[in-house]
């Protein structure tokens, strides 16, 4: 199936913005954005050696670690690491690649 673009469902907890109980801080703007965390990048990678970026998009999540990240028809039906890269923080990668065969993708780093 052909896709006009894929949507990531991404849920992720940054190590220094939580305060426990499924729940950080929101550090992007505390007073006009109180329930938005922080913005971050997620890079879509080669499943092999040396792991070259194919696509990357950024937007923000919010204070339960809830973003969407939205990629072009391109990396349909393709395999994927996902690594996220924020501006305080080591960047994580997926345990695996990830094969983005669906108009619509659930990712959790929290599992």
Request: hydrophobic share 40%; net charge negative.
């Amino acid at each position: 199936d052909e896709f006009t673009s894929i949507t990531l469902h991404l849920k992720i907890y940054i190590e220094g913005y939580y305060l426990g109980n499924g729940v950080m801080s929101a550090v992007l703007d505390p007073f006009t954005l109180p329930n938005i965390c922080d913005s971050i990048t997620v890079v879509l990678r080669e499943p092999i050696a040396p792991f070259s970026p194919i696509h990357s998009t950024s937007s923000i999540i919010d204070i339960n670690g809830n973003g969407v990240f939205n990629f072009p028809a391109a990396v349909n039906n393709q395999l994927y690491y996902i690594e996220v890269i924020n501006r305080n923080t080591i960047a994580t990668w997926s345990k695996l690649p990830i094969l983005f065969d669906s108009p619509v993708l659930n990712y959790d780093f929290t599992d």
